[in-house]
T-cell receptor, first 112, second 114 residues
Framework: AQTVTQSQPEMSVQEAETVTLSCTYD???????LFWYKQPPSRQMILVIR??????QNATENRFSVNFQKAAKSFSLKISDSQLGDAAMYFC?????????FGTGTSLTVIP | KAGVTQTPRYLIKTRGQQVTLSCSPI?????VSWYQQTPGQGLQFLFE???????NKGNFPGRFSGRQFSNSRSEMNVSTLELGDSALYLC?????????????FGPGTRLLVL
């Protein structure tokens, strides 16, 4: 069965610093996609970044980047120059075919 | 473009009742997925519809059902409500089903079962 594990229920980071959120997944598939979603308090969930498993190059979106280790089934999110607006629940997600699996989330606090 | 809309935003029901939730996807999107979000279980996939056909279904009992209309709007129905059905129900739309297509989420419907 496919599962997504986020081992850090809560994380905190000082404003302007860098933080890394961890995610591991379990799958027997070779073709899949990985995502990080952000859910601010009482706001809609939005996509932060995505990665195709067949691409070796790590995805980057402005201050957000991933460290994708396919063999280790690891997909961590690095947030550089953290801002107050980055405070949110972050979900790692895995998709294969028409099935979507989410981790339980990491609550990120940004300290001014 | 207008985002994904969900109605109603809040709902209170009692055990044994049934409920219907509605989701209007972004214009042009033909895929609609439903998720249940609870503090204990996180986000769990319910089902996905594409062009009025259910493409896949998560591990939920038959009390949970859905449908999609020709205009891509989707409804989710839960019959014989249980206390454990209290959750935030999220709908997400994308232009295609499967693959790396970005899903755009609605604000959710918060259901409380008493």
């Amino acid at each position: 069965a496919q599962t997504v594990t986020q081992s850090q229920p809560e994380m905190s980071v000082q404003e302007a610093e860098t933080v890394t959120l961890s995610c591991t997944y379990d799958t027997s598939e070779s073709d899949y996609y990985l995502f990080w979603y952000k859910q601010p308090p009482s706001r809609q969930m939005i996509l932060v970044i995505r990665q195709e498993a067949y691409k070796q190059q790590n995805a980057t979106e402005n201050r957000f980047s991933v460290n994708f280790q396919k063999a280790a089934k690891s997909f961590s999110l690095k947030i550089s120059d953290s801002q107050l607006g980055d405070a949110a629940m972050y979900f790692c997600a895995y998709r294969t075919g028409n099935q979507f699996y989410f981790g339980t989330g990491t609550s990120l606090t940004v300290i001014p | 473009k207008a985002g994904v809309t969900q109605t109603p935003r809040y709902l209170i029901k009692t055990r044994g009742q049934q409920v219907t939730l509605s989701c209007s996807p972004i214009s042009g999107h033909r895929s609609v997925s439903w998720y249940q979000q609870t503090p204990g279980q996180g986000l769990q996939f319910l089902f996905e519809y594409f062009s009025e056909t259910q493409r896949n279904k998560g591990n939920f009992p038959g009390r949970f059902s859905g449908r999609q209309f020709s205009n891509s709007r989707s409804e989710m129905n839960v019959s014989t409500l249980e206390l454990g059905d209290s959750a935030l129900y999220l709908c997400a739309s994308s232009s295609l089903a499967g693959g790396p297509e970005t899903q755009y989420f609605g604000p959710g419907t918060r259901l409380l079962v008493l």
